[in-house]
């Protein structure tokens, strides 16, 4: 006969108060009426189970556990891993984990509990942000797994929500435009989970954060704030959210035509609810604490194209940077500088500070890519112009610019005719 758990032995108990037959109560809980009957005979002559008067494996080791609390000057074990495997290493135990935690918990008191503070954020300071995934949404006729990437303001509770088809660096930087773009402003930081397109390893204060992102939040002018691993409470206002957005917002509710569709039903949607939610820190609806939000938000601005690969590099004297096996053209005035360049889903990006300076094609066949107009201009006070194009360079340019068809026949010719 299987052991019954401990609250189908309470269910008879109590049924046997109520008057339910042994047959009734074997029905309800799936065993057999003989389980019944001897369940509720025990419990009449008050028997105990007897494995709750056998001594415990871990009590011949009480005075090697005090030895220890001793030596460690606590008065109950705080970490009862770390004494199983000393138990282990010193003393030969043999048994569990799990045995030596209750018999800790039977002879010693619960360590003290630590409390955590409730901190209300200032406006302006900070959002949370996360992920949420949505498997199987019918988009343009054809079932996809969805993503929607939510970003709530803490003091407000004001929340974006955008969705997105991929979950890769490209689409995370997107995303983040399209939330601020919504927000209407830049908080002082972004509190993240430990994604992989925001912190490449370890997590939390410790994790090291992708170079990419955070190229893109140095751009946009925010501080990145990881949470400790395995605290969902610490960005517990965007779990909420996405919590009541998993059925007010749902995107099971019908089949979309496009994404772009479900994007713009999804924002006409938000707002309505962002007038009917209550905000706790000021106890208006969550649209007119934004409102008063706004004004301690950076304004947003030029949102940079998202990028996926990110390097430091710096201008050679032929006014090039390497990137990806290519090399690219930059103005002159920054030779001998360090400049970062972007991969953009379609772009080469080149910036000094926060400036775009140079834009190139991305992923051609080309190797070498030049723009002429990098090399001109006058001096600077840290660089000398390079020598314009003589004669020979503004023919060639010129034949060059040429179709085919009005290319002059003697092509030799007409350099010689300029070489004169």
Known sequence: MAKLSWEARMTIRVLSEKGVSNRETARLLG?????????????????????????????????????????????????????????????????????????????????????????ETPPGAQAQADWAVFP????????QDLLAFEMVLSWSRYPALVWSLRKHQLAWLSVHNEAFRRLGGIPAC????????????????????????????????????????????A???????????????SPYRRHWESLTELQAETDTRLR????????????????????????????VPVLPEPFDLVAERRVGADCMVS??????????????????????????????????????PRHTEARVLIDPEHFEGPSTDRVIAPPPLGRMGRRLQQIAALVPEQRPVDLYAALAEVAR
């Open 136 to 143: 199987g949404v019918w988009i343009a006729g054809r079932q």
């Open 190 to 233: 972004v509190r993240i989970d430990n994604e992989k397109t925001a912190v490449v390893q370890g997590a939390g204060a410790w994790g090291t954060i992708h170079p990419a992102y955070r190229a893109y939040a140095r751009t946009v002018r925010f501080h990145i704030d990881p949470c400790p691993p395995r605290a969902p409470q």
């Open 272 to 299: 309505r609810l962002c007038r009917q939610r209550r905000c706790p820190a000021t106890g208006t609806d969550v649209e007119s604490a934004w409102q008063q939000e706004l004004a301690h938000l950076a304004p």
């Open 235 to 249: 960005k517990g206002k965007v779990e909420r959210r996405i919590r009541d957005h998993r059925s007010g917002l």
């Open 31 to 119: 065993v057999s009426e003989g389980t019944v009957r001897y369940h509720r005979r025990r419990q009449a002559m008050g028997a105990q189970d007897g494995r709750s008067l056998q001594q415990r494996k871990a009590a011949a080791f009480r005075p090697a556990i005090e030895a220890w609390l001793k030596a460690r000057e606590e008065s109950s074990p705080s970490n009862v891993a770390e004494l199983h495997q000393w138990l282990v290493d010193e003393h030969g135990w043999t048994g569990s984990l799990r045995a030596l935690q209750r018999y800790v918990r039977d002879i010693w008191p619960p360590p003290p509990r630590r409390a955590r503070r409730r901190v």
């Open 323 to 360: 990137f990806e096996h290519r090399q690219y053209s930059v103005p002159f005035r920054f030779i001998g500088q360090s400049v970062e360049v972007r991969g953009c889903a379609e772009t080469v990006q080149i910036l000094a500070g926060a400036e775009v300076v140079a834009t190139h």
